[in-house]
């Protein structure tokens, strides 16, 4: 079955930048998307279609895929992005998700 | 606007049977499928199978095949989990979601509030 990996911490400083990676076989084929978890709610959708925003997502997101790799980027970063964030891919009709990485804003 | 309103946290017994209802308003119930998604206790996200509203159609994932039924009922816009020969391990917090498609891809744009199911022995 097809795999997602995910650092499962990244620390950034406010208002720099943070990149979040996926990694999977031929991930640049395929169609990443990306959604962010604070703690004891519903994760929201913030990248789709490797680098699509949904309405209402700050422009601070962006994503990027190509090769093995996924990134979504965080430029500006504010203390309230800190959550965790999931990739995701579509393979042979499943969902696949990558484990998740914690996100520190420090 | 989209909305998807999760049935109430179900506390079972090992062995026994839950079912999770997910009532969906603001958008055409028949025109997105629903996907099922968990959350065990501190851990990541793991999808559990798809349903397309408009046929009943469903896509489970294979760990799951044989335990879980997807169903829907049009005519209130509501889905269905059902998980049965429940372990601890299900202990969790059940998604449902709906997935948008486009370009060959997936994805899931609407999630529930989440039903927290407890497996106890």
């Known amino acids: 079955s097809y795999e997602l990996t995910q650092p499962p911490s990244v620390s950034v400083s406010p208002g720099q930048t943070a990149s979040i990676t996926c990694s999977g076989d031929?991930?640049?084929?395929?169609?990443a998307s990306w959604y962010q978890q604070k703690p004891g709610q519903s994760p929201v959708l913030v990248i789709y279609q490797d680098s699509k925003r949904p309405s209402g997502i700050p422009e601070r997101f962006s994503g990027s895929n190509s090769g093995n790799t996924a990134t979504l980027t965080i430029s500006g970063t504010q203390a309230m992005d800190e959550a965790d964030y999931y990739c995701q891919a579509w393979d042979s009709s499943t969902v696949v998700f990558g484990g998740g990485t914690k996100l520190t804003v420090l | 606007q989209v909305q998807l309103v999760q049935s109430g946290a179900e506390v079972k017994k090992s062995g026994a049977s839950v079912k999770v209802s997910c009532k969906a308003s603001?958008?055409?119930?028949?025109?997105?499928?629903m996907h099922w998604v968990r959350q065990a206790p501190g851990q990541g996200l793991e999808w559990m199978g798809r349903i397309n509203p408009n046929n009943g159609g469903t896509n489970y994932a294979q760990k799951f095949q044989g335990r879980v039924t997807m169903t829907r009922d049009t005519s209130i816009s509501t889905a269905y989990l059902e998980l049965s020969s429940l372990r601890s391990d299900d202990t969790a917090v059940y998604y449902c979601?709906?997935?948008?498609?486009?370009?060959?891809?997936?994805?899931?744009?609407?999630w529930g509030q989440g039903t927290l199911v407890t497996v106890s022995s």
């Open positions: 031929k991930l640049g084929n395929k169609y």
């Open positions: 979601t709906r997935g948008s498609e486009g370009g060959g891809s997936s994805w899931i744009d609407y």
């Open positions: 603001g958008y055409t119930f028949t025109g997105y499928y």
